[in-house]
């Protein structure tokens, strides 16, 4: 089997789980956009998704990421941690940033980006500060910067499932801080939840966009 071909089947498999899980929800799969986490992974493979109709790549090191972006024409994703020495970079290869959780870096964010950004806000399921994110008061604080943008758009909501407890409830609980959040921010309508473990899960609790790497490249 080529890579090609694994790649191809796996793609095949996730976008059909993707489907499912849509129409179980009573969703369209066309409301969820598929983001494949290419961290770790080579650029060849990049190509091969790219080839097999994806548009969407998200990577979680600046590094990794500039060095495929500059390879490849595509909607390029950052999910992981920001470092602030990082975000002049970061603006110049990315387009949407879903792991956006500090105040000081959006004003780094404001100052150097030489394109629009399309910005998540991380928000922490369970204040764990070690994976990221911030908590609701924070997270509006950090909205009202975003929004107030002339250049930036404020798209949604991001979070990672917590370690411990149920991912049902977790995914519950994002979703009616979401459901809130759209009360305050209008246009901030998508939901950036969901990789290779619980997906379906995320899909079902509003989910717009999945980042899914090793189910669909082999695992890290
Ligand atoms: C690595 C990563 C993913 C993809 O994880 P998989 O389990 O490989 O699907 C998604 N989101 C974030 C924030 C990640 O760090």
């Not at 009573?26 to 992974?41: A, D, M, P, Q, Y």
């Not at 495929?68 to 940033?97: P, R, T, Y």
């Not at 509006?140 to 975003?146: C, D, E, K, P």
């Not at 979070?159 to 901030?188: M, T, W, Y």
Request: proline share 2%.
């Amino acid at each position: 089997m080529t890579r090609l071909d694994e790649i191809a089947e796996k793609l095949e498999q996730v976008k059909e789980r993707i489907a499912v899980s849509a129409a179980q929800s009573g969703r369209e799969s066309s409301e969820i956009t598929l983001v494949v986490v290419t961290k770790v992974f080579p650029i060849s493979d990049v190509e091969i998704l790219k080839q097999l109709g994806v548009r969407d790549f998200g990577e979680n090191r600046d590094a990794d990421g500039a060095q495929k972006a500059a390879a490849i024409d595509a909607q390029w994703h950052f999910q992981g941690q920001i470092q602030s020495n990082k975000i002049k970079s970061l603006c110049k290869w990315s387009h949407v940033i879903h792991s956006l959780d500090e105040a000081r870096h959006f004003e780094i964010m404001e100052k150097s980006a030489e394109h629009p950004l399309q910005i998540f806000l991380q928000v922490s399921l369970d204040g764990a500060k070690n994976r990221g994110g911030a908590d609701i008061e924070k997270l509006y604080h950090l909205a009202g910067l975003v929004q107030a943008s002339p250049r930036h758009q404020l798209k949604g909501l991001m979070a990672v499932a917590p370690l411990a407890g149920s991912v049902s409830e977790s995914f519950s609980q994002l979703a009616k801080i979401h459901r809130d959040f759209i009360g305050e921010f209008k246009d901030a309508t998508s939901l950036s939840a969901g990789m290779s473990g619980d997906f379906e899960e995320a899909i079902m609790h509003g989910a717009t966009h999945v980042r899914i790497g090793s189910s669909i490249l082999g695992s890290r």
